[in-house]
């Protein structure tokens, strides 16, 4: 069974540019998240969707960030435009029925 | 608001010995869930051990086994017989549903010495 599948694995971009992310959760599992994690730091969480609903933005900036999962499946987490501070790694997550989450190998993001 | 607390950034251990490392966490829920994930260095978390608080029995996988102690608030993983491939940074995580928001703490950062 294919695990989480994120992309780009790593991304350099100047500041202001706009980046996106994309991530393809496993087969069958309705649950996706998006966390942020800083160097040294534990994940935190960006947003949470519940099929294609976003159940938990609430720690999403959304001044700069948007993200979609138009049908349910696969999602995109969007920055526009990214800032020096965004330099990070953003990890995608699926979960099983049970709660179970499996995370992707994350996309690390550096802006210069 | 639910907090995870990890207090110790680093430990070092012995291979072939055991190590603990701690987790406390704060909630006023009686039910939920607590997680140890491990994250090497590259980057791919995968969980090692899961408890639900509604069960009393310490949750045990292989050479991972936790100390739950619900009046406490503490989660602590004991890693037994540690190997080289342990290496790796270890978060404690909080979850108070099923599908619900996964808090974590900083994570500590385990070695292990040949």
């Known amino acids: 069974e294919a695990g989480v599948v994120q992309s780009p694995r790593y991304k350099i971009i100047e500041k202001k540019q706009p980046v996106a992310f994309w991530c393809n959760p496993i087969s069958g599992h309705n649950t996706l998240y998006w966390y942020l994690q800083n160097l040294g730091q534990g994940p935190e969480l960006l947003i949470r969707y519940e099929n294609e609903e976003a159940v938990d933005d609430s720690q999403l900036p959304k001044d700069r960030f948007s993200a979609e999962r138009l049908k349910g499946v696969d999602s995109t987490l969007k920055i526009q435009p990214a800032e020096l501070g965004d330099s990070a790694v953003y990890l995608c997550?699926?979960?099983?029925?049970?709660?179970?989450?499996?995370f992707g190998e994350g996309s690390r993001l550096t802006v210069l | 608001a639910q907090t995870v607390t990890q207090s110790q950034p680093e430990m070092s251990v012995q291979e072939a010995e055991t190590v603990t490392l701690s987790c406390t966490y704060d909630?006023?829920?009686?039910?939920?869930?607590l997680f140890w994930y491990k994250q090497p260095p590259s980057r791919q978390m995968i969980l090692v051990i899961r408890?639900?608080?509604?069960?009393?029995q310490n949750a045990t996988e292989n050479r991972f086994s936790v100390n739950f102690q619900k009046a406490a608030k503490s989660f602590s993983l004991k890693i037994s017989d540690s190997q080289l491939g342990d290496a790796a940074m270890y978060f404690c995580a909080y979850r108070p549903g099923a599908n619900s928001k996964l808090t974590f703490g900083k994570g500590i950062t385990l070695s292990v010495r040949p």
């Open positions: 909630t006023s829920e009686s039910d939920y869930y």
């Open positions: 997550a699926s979960s099983n029925p049970t709660g179970e989450l499996f």
């Open positions: 408890q639900e608080a509604y069960k009393q």
